[in-house]
């Protein structure tokens, strides 16, 4: 056997023991790939069922908040018309008070003006010789 034959018979038992030992780690990546498609099928049989909760859940969720948008634009227009109620009735009052006002004060002035007019025409009927008489008005103090 020459150096040659040997080499070549190296690089065959050498090639064999690779070829062999890739022959190993290809069974065992294909073991893992069973063991992980195993794992992925067991996930998917527990993730799918809370997919569907998901997505009711997702669209109850979806159906209330434009319950709530719907009811909040409600609102909105409520209270756009009660401010606007409010505005209007203070305005009136307003005018009310402004058209009663004035009217009720002359008309008090009237009422006692002929009152007093009354007052002195009666008292100076009645005792014609005499003086009418003044009556004063004490003011109170403050203090009581």
């Known amino acids: 056997m020459t150096g040659r034959d040997i080499a070549v018979t190296v690089g065959l038992v050498m090639c064999f023991f690779a070829f062999a030992a890739l022959s190993i ?7 893992a790939l069973r063991e992980l498609r195993g794992d992925l099928d067991l996930f998917e049989s527990r993730v799918l069922p809370l997919m569907a909760d998901l997505r009711d859940a997702t669209d109850e969720t979806r159906e209330v908040v434009d319950d709530a948008r719907e009811d909040l634009e409600r609102f909105d227009r409520v209270l756009g018309s009660a401010e606007v109620v409010s505005t209007a009735l203070a305005d009136t009052s307003r005018i009310a008070r402004t058209v009663i006002t004035s009217p009720l004060i002359k008309t008090v002035a009237v009422v006692r003006g002929v009152s007093r007019g009354l007052r002195k025409f009666s008292a100076s009927t009645a005792t ?5 008489q003044r009556k ?4 109170r103090k403050s203090g009581r």
Request: aromatic share 0%.
């Open 128 to 132: 014609p010789n005499q003086a009418p």
């Open 136 to 139: 004063t008005r004490r003011r």
């Open 25 to 31: 780690v290809l069974l065992q990546v294909l073991s």
